[in-house]
């Protein structure tokens, strides 16, 4: 019983992002960073991605992303906007002191824009 709570526990505490393809620190991250600038977003999706590869020195290799999603926002029943939302965040070669995980991620920028209803 214990296992299955632990379970329910970790998939709704999870960040959903649809056709997502990045970790899931990562997609937290991502997540928080949109509701803190542009709110909730329902069916938050990945539409593509950009990678940069960074060379810092002696070894050290950073990512940049650079991400398109789409999600919507209810304003009526059963009526939404749609936003266009693009997200600049990092993977860099560290150790992260909170996760107490190799790597860490920064969003760097949000950027929502609402778009034509998409059919």
Known sequence: MKFIL??????SASASIINSTFEARHNDK????????????????LVATKKEKVVVDQGIVDYKFVSTFTGKQRYDQNMFDHYEITV????????????????????????CEMTAEMQ
């Open 6 to 11: 632990v379970a329910l526990m970790t998939l």
């Open 30 to 45: 991502i997540v928080d960073a949109i509701i803190n600038e542009c709110n909730v977003m329902k069916d938050l999706t």
């Open 88 to 111: 600049e965040s990092w993977l860099f070669d560290g150790y992260d002191h909170n996760t107490k995980e190799a790597n860490w991620y920064y969003v760097d920028s949000v950027e």
